[in-house]
């Protein structure tokens, strides 16, 4: 029996298939199928969920959440990856960007083996298109994370074999955009409205469709995806913002397509990264961003803001998404009985950290890794169609104002001054992206597809000295003091992208390499 191979760099590096998972249901079977024989295999459904499965497997939040480090809403002290992109020093040996570009890989080559193998299959066809309609979406959203990182990357979309070319070349990026879309269309043809245990849907398809269009400019593509997904009235805004990614409310009308953990089993490292990391503190920049409650912004003359008391009156969402010095930790107690109040430490280097998707009142929140991570969620949705709408449109009009205003209202914000030109409600729309959306690993796509580098990625981490916030009964020694945390000077010569791994290139003379690396 011939091994099968994959796929793991795009070298592209030939490398074991490893193995694969049941089910998230079956308490992961961890069989390995190094030997696994594609003319023999697929013969069953048991063996194609098998492999689909492992598709699912190589799904990472950490990947996603920590894109918000390269970005100016948060910053980590000890990502040097970042830091090096953000400073402008980054080479192209950086350890996170080839980990990104193996696991994309890595990803696409079982996406691949599925792709090319399972219409062998005996298995019902209503059955197997649903499996392949995964595996589509599944290729096409990392080959869509490569381009917005890489640019063009080598486009592979054979099944990964011992005798395949590993010298490829890298393909221009709108030939790949153009693959995405044929696999996207072809998951929505095939994919069901509603599934079970987290699998893709139509819905989740039409939605990745939406977002490829649009941040490649074809807004009214984008703008028609982004209504089908609306029109199959299946999704809706969950009524609580705060609670929405809680573990309680997994599966929520709001999420439309997620990766799904089971703790003990199948984990995440979401509790431990944000309670006890110092690599995720929130920037003043990003505290900055959100609205006052009466809806004016900071800079505003009237809005009353007061920076030695700047988290009082502010947009809901900041309490939400952000544990301020001297803020309350939601449902925990002190030694006296009273809400515990949480004082800046050295793990968090801006004062500011996160508490969105943070439940202190767990008792096991230490430990705890069973909470799923949404990716795409329909307050995305409605934002990518109100964006597409409105360039299309060229001045807005109510639907677009309805839409914005119905995430508003969910978290208690007044509706939107009328009147907006085309560009004051591009602006608008980017700012809700910006606190909606917040660290839920979209800002770096959206920085990069606005070209927005010079204002975000050259605003320098910023946050309050912890020497002056020691103690909140005390005025001398509770004081919001601004304070650089780190430098930030972004090299435009080396353009939004990362570099392509020296370490491909050094063993595939055929990649060419990014502007400035």
């Known amino acids: 029996m011939k ?34 024989d594609p ?111 890489f640019g063009d990357v080598p486009l592979v979309l054979d099944a990964p074999s011992i005798s395949g070319d590993v010298m490829v070349s890298r393909t221009s990026r709108t030939s790949i955009i153009d693959q995405i879309l044929v696999d996207l269309d072809q998951a929505v043809n095939l994919l069901p409205e509603t599934n079970q245990d987290g699998r893709v ?18 807004f009214q593509g984008a703008a028609s995806a982004a209504k089908e997904v609306m029109d199959l009235g299946i ?38 990264r944000l309670v006890n990391s110092s690599r995720y503190a ?17 800079n505003d003359a009237a809005s009353g803001y007061d920076p030695h008391d700047p988290f009082s009156n502010r947009d809901p969402r900041v309490d939400m998404a952000i544990l301020a ?17 949480w004082l800046p430490t050295d793990k968090v280097k801006t004062s500011i950290r996160i508490n969105k998707f943070v439940q202190w009142d767990r008792g096991d929140w230490e430990t705890y890794d069973g909470q799923d991570w949404i990716m795409i969620r329909y307050a995305d949705v409605l934002l990518m169609y109100a964006e597409a709408m409105n360039e299309t449109l060229g001045s807005p009009t109510q639907e677009i104002y309805d839409v914005i205003n119905s995430i508003r209202d969910r978290s208690g914000m007044p509706e939107l001054p009328t009147g907006l030109t085309q560009e004051e409600m591009r602006s608008r729309i980017r700012h809700e992206r910006r606190v909606e959306l917040a660290f839920e690993g979209h800002r770096l796509y959206d920085i990069i597809r606005w070209q ?22 005390d005025p001398d020694n509770w004081q919001f003091k601004e304070k650089v945390i780190a430098e930030r000077n972004w090299n435009l010569s080396k353009g939004y992208l990362w570099p392509i791994p020296g370490i491909e290139r050094d063993t595939n003379p055929n990649l060419t390499q990014n502007d400035g690396y």
């Open 325 to 341: 010095p001297g803020g309350v930790q939601e449902g925990l107690l002190d030694s006296d009985g009273n809400p515990q109040v």
């Open 39 to 149: 003319d023999n295999y697929f013969r069953d459904e048991t063996e194609i969920r098998t492999a689909v499965v492992g598709i699912y497997n190589t799904l990472d939040m950490d990947l996603f959440l920590r894109l918000s480090r390269y970005t100016d809403n948060a910053y980590g002290f000890k990502d040097n990856t970042a830091n090096n992109i953000l400073s402008g020093e980054a080479t192209a040996f950086e350890e996170d960007v080839f980990t990104r570009w193996k696991t994309d890989y890595f990803a696409l080559g079982r996406a691949n083996l599925v792709i090319n193998n399972i219409d062998k299959s005996e298995v019902d066809d209503q059955i197997s298109n649903i499996y392949k309609g995964e595996a589509l979406f599944l290729r096409a959203f990392y080959y869509f994370d490569l381009t917005m990182l």
């Open 3 to 36: 091994n099968i191979f994959q796929y793991s760099i795009s070298k592209i590096a030939v490398v074991t298939f490893l193995l694969f998972a049941t089910s998230c249901n079956d308490v992961l079977d961890t069989t390995p199928l190094d030997t696994l």
């Open 235 to 272: 999704y809706d805004l969950f009524p609580n913002y705060k609670t929405l990614f809680w573990e309680e409310n997994e599966d929520n009308e709001e999420v439309v397509f997620s990766i799904k953990y089971m703790q003990g089993f199948h984990i995440n490292l979401l509790n431990k």
């Open 282 to 298: 929130v920037t003043l920049s990003m505290m900055e961003e959100y609205e006052m409650a009466d809806g004016s912004f900071i």
């Open 452 to 473: 927005i580098g010079d204002e975000a990625f050259n605003d320098d981490a910023r946050g309050y000295d912890q020497k002056k916030l020691k103690d909140p009964s």
């Open 201 to 218: 849907t139509k819905g989740a398809a039409l939605a990745m469709k939406a977002k490829v269009l649009l941040f490649n400019n074809d």
